[in-house]
């Protein structure tokens, strides 16, 4: 046990250590956070220190914090916002995208893994680039209905897919109880754009300032409910912590804009601020680097998948959003739509563990998303600085 908790304070540090280090070197390249994790867990790894081993705690601990990952993915989600052209043309182009991978993955070969590897190929980060577009106004913007719309079909899909095709669970009614979850979170953004209910809005807001914490309770118990269902029915954990993520902020809306505001910042603590780095910091830790760096092919496979990702989901979006966004705009979203990192890591681990792609494979996948989440929404963010209309400044 003393092990485990050294081995976990050590996390912890990395955690800490992360941030310092992305302030120390802004002034040469701004680096997202979460890449900075992953290569410190990568350090701290058997692979290199040896600081930190694999586990059953630890990767509890990582579940947990992919679980509120995916959670906050979907709570961040304002359904109403998005309704029409975004969400239209966010499905439609992720439909493009998932063909588009499945055919050039068949026309390579890639024959039972296709599917799988597809899956992998079409989603998006939205968990990872939403911070990053809202801490630089983006969010704010004409583009930032569009990054929601993107991000939640590029994320929710290709879960819902591997939910639905690649679980292990022996539930008899397993299919079933997916299209369940699917249902309960597309009936959730259904409700979304209904009136808000002034009762729930006074039992939350009664409690929001007291140790009660009625909205958060709330919100934990929820995503622990949705976790448990989805882990007791096999399918993974990530499609019952969004649907719980859905439903929550359509709960959740019942409050004015303020205490919204701060009932995410509360979430925002608990989760980026505690279990979510753990997370990535784990990744890095189990991150295959022996496997990577032996193999000529899995290094050359890297810019292969990168450019994947670039064509697949970020050339694409740049097409479906034609006529709703412009110039730098529509260069900022399909950046960010090409970012990629939490699916590709389920994804590429589901299919090294059945055999249908070797170690070796899965590791440059992963190494393709973790630069992906280095240099997509640097050029995003480059892009929108082009065209001043796609970050708002709000009148003083």
Known sequence: MDGLSVQLVVLAVAAVAAPLLVDRVERWVRLPSVVVEIVLGVVIGPQVLGLVQTGVLLETVSQLGLAMLFF???????????????????????????????????????????????????????????????????????????????????????????????????????????????????????????????????????????????????????????????????????????????????????????????????????????????????????????????????????????GAFAVVRGVVTWVAVRGALSGGERGALAAFAATQLPIVVIASSTAAERGLVSAAVAAAMVGAAMVSVLVFPLVGLRWARRDTRAVSVEPI
């Open 72 to 306: 906050l993915a979907g709570y961040e989600v304002d359904f109403r916002a998005v309704r029409g052209r975004p969400i239209v043309s966010a499905s439609a182009g992720w439909l493009v995208s998932f063909g588009l991978a499945a055919g050039a993955l068949w026309a390579a070969g890639a024959g039972a893994a296709v599917l799988i590897l597809a899956i992998g190929l079409c989603s998006t980060a939205l968990g990872t680039i939403l911070p990053i577009a809202r801490d630089s106004g983006l969010l704010a913007g004409p583009v930032g209905p569009h990054l929601m719309a993107v991000g939640a079909v590029g994320e929710f899909a290709p879960i819902a897919l591997l939910a639905l095709f690649f679980s292990e669970g022996v539930h008899s009614g397993k299919t079933t109880l997916v299209i369940a979850l699917v249902g309960l979170a597309v009936a959730a953004a259904a409700l979304g754009s209904l009136r808000r209910s002034e009762r729930v809005g006074r039992l939350l807001s009664a409690t929001l300032g007291t140790s009660a914490q009625l909205a958060v309770r709330l919100s934990v118990l929820v995503l622990l409910a949705a976790v448990l269902l989805a882990a007791e029915v096999g399918v993974d954990i990530a499609l019952g912590a969004f649907a719980a993520g859905v439903c929550m902020q359509v709960l959740l809306s019942a409050l004015d804009e303020r205490e919204e505001k701060l009932v995410q910042s509360k979430l925002d603590g608990i989760g980026f601020g505690a279990v979510v780095p753990v997370f990535f910091v784990y990744t890095g830790v189990t991150f295959d680097l022996d496997e990577l760096l032996g193999s000529p092919v899995a290094l050359a496979l890297i810019p292969v998948f990168l």
